[in-house]
């Protein structure tokens, strides 16, 4: 069956839910611009498995007008269903909307909802924005494990030389993938203090963590 953009239409519009979960799957098959008109108003669709799926594809869609798109996951954020705040924030971070950086960061210091905090630590790197230091120590001393490894990551793409010291005590964390990820994170940084937490990896008894430090040493 061909899909067009009046039977997706249709689909949207219609009562059950299911139906408009098939005319979100079939919009992928739609124009992007033709897409993302259609999309809009499902973003704040009664049921939540509608909304879920609306918001996810903003992060690809929402390329079509980044103004308006800044503005659905803002609302987006404030979802009173964690999962659907958390597809805004994973959405936020693929269109690289860093005007929505105080949002992320007032929802991350209220919600419970660790999946939610990770989807909002998970872009921070990319953003490259200073002001996301804080979050990223905090998360990094969350206890969550999830939460500390997305975090050692981000601190290597901020570039913030602030970000060192805290990573330096996971040069020695018992678990190889903690290591092999401080190894990537530190290999953003040319300081003698970088270099030499390099050096101590680049000993490492895992070949990954080695090489990986290794690959990150700057060779006068």
């Known amino acids: 069956m061909s899909v067009d953009a009046e039977s997706v239409k249709e689909l949207l519009n219609s009562s059950d839910f299911g139906d408009r979960l098939q005319g979100l799957n079939q919009l992928r098959g739609l124009d992007p611009a033709v897409g993302f008109e259609l999309l809009q108003p499902v973003v704040q669709d009664k049921n939540v498995r509608v909304r879920y799926a609306a918001v996810s594809q903003l992060a690809t869609l929402g390329s079509q007008d980044r103004d308006r798109s800044l503005a659905l996951l803002r609302t987006g954020l404030q979802d009173k269903e964690p999962d659907v705040q958390a597809a805004a924030a994973d959405a936020i971070g693929a269109l690289q909307l860093t005007e929505a950086f105080e949002d992320l960061k007032a ?32 998360a990094l001393q969350s206890g969550n494990e999830l939460l500390a490894m997305s975090a050692i990551g981000a601190l290597g793409e901020i570039h913030d030389d602030r970000a060192i010291g805290l990573l330096a005590p996971f040069v020695q964390n018992s678990d190889w993938q903690v290591r092999y990820r401080v190894a990537l994170a530190l290999a953003h940084y040319t300081t003698p203090e970088a270099q ?5 990896l680049a000993q490492d008894t895992i070949p990954q963590v080695a090489e990986q430090a290794k690959a990150g040493l700057v060779h006068s």
């Open 107 to 138: 929802l991350y210091e209220t919600t419970s909802e660790w999946i939610v905090q990770l989807s909002i630590i998970a872009p921070l790197g990319e953003f490259g924005d200073p002001r996301a230091f804080e979050l990223l120590e905090d």
């Open 196 to 200: 030499t937490l390099l050096s101590s």
